[in-house]
């Protein structure tokens, strides 16, 4: 028998059955791990060649730091440009993040928990939001920002990003605010409780998983987009991360190590965000399927 094996003992008949394996395949983990290996590469290699030197880096690129010099990155964090590229990263990525938060939820409360004319066309409108990338929108973007006379601050960005990140977190959260069984509301309604006063001490704290996890994705966008600032701003006082790594990488060309350094100071903070709250993105993710 496969899944036992059957011996005899005082005339009795013992079914033994074999221990599962609980580890699963090797061959699985071994591809898992060359895929890990294979993504985190890059970003070691980045991190590690800010603490070495350009005749090091010269003469064995793919060599570790003989010493490890960590003057790189002092002189980084004594440039008060960097830290202004920063703030206006953590500005922009922030008030997005609210922006979305916000306008997410409040929307997907009402597609989620009311039945009305065109609801089922409006779910679609945001779910055929997710197919169009920014790029394809940039140049009208552009366009439409400097009539309006916002481009070259934050708001250029801000308000695109808000306008393309609702579509992902109102798919993520309609799942979770249907979810919500009706007793409850009924049960809030009938202790003298409002729709507001329902929406915020009741819906919010149930949806947490799904709030975190589309505030979390919406930041990592933020702090990670190019593009957009890209078209948007001109001036170096306004340039985000990404655009000051652009900037350092040309003004900088000679020096390798300190554009390295550059680069990693510029990831680190999205990155460490990332693998904080890695759990809250999964969870959340896991409840929008089941919802």
């Known amino acids: 028998m496969s899944a036992s094996a059957v011996a005899a003992r005082d005339g009795r008949v013992i079914h033994v059955r074999h221990a599962k394996n609980h580890w699963g395949s090797p061959v699985i983990y071994f591809i898992a791990l060359c895929l890990i290996a294979v993504c985190l590469a890059p970003v070691l290699y980045i991190v590690a ?16 730091p003989s010493p490890w010099q960590v003057n790189q990155y002092l ?3 004594k440039m ?4 202004r590229m920063a703030g206006n990263s953590a500005f922009i990525a922030l008030i997005t993040v609210a922006a979305v938060v916000v306008l997410g939820v409040s929307a997907s409360f009402v597609l989620s928990r009311y039945h009305f004319k065109g609801r089922n066309a409006m779910y679609m409108l945001f779910a055929a939001g997710l197919m169009f990338p920014l790029s394809v929108a940039i140049q009208p973007l552009y366009i439409m920002m400097t009539r309006i006379h916002l481009a070259g601050t934050p708001w250029s960005v801000i308000l695109p990003q808000v306008a393309f990140g609702l579509p992902q977190t109102v798919i993520i959260l309609t799942p979770f605010l249907a979810a919500i069984p009706l007793e409850i509301e009924e049960a809030a309604t009938v202790d003298g409780c409002s729709r507001l006063s329902f929406f915020v001490r ?4 149930l949806s947490a998983p799904g709030v975190i996890t589309v505030a979390i994705l919406n930041f990592i966008g933020s702090w990670n987009s190019y593009l957009l600032p890209l078209y948007m701003f001109s001036d170096q006082s306004q340039y985000t991360l990404p655009l000051g790594v652009q900037w350092f990488s040309t003004a900088h060309s000679q020096d390798t190590a300190q554009v390295l350094a550059f ?4 990831m680190i903070p999205a990155l460490v965000f990332f693998l904080a709250f890695e759990r809250r993105i999964v969870g959340g993710l896991t409840g929008a399927v089941k919802g």
């Open 75 to 77: 002189s980084l964090l």
């Open 263 to 266: 680069t990693s100071m510029s």
């Open 202 to 205: 009741m819906v919010i704290p």
């Open 80 to 83: 008060p440009l960097f830290w």
């Open 49 to 64: 060649g800010g603490f070495n030197t350009n005749s090091r880096l010269t003469i064995d690129p793919s060599g570790l």
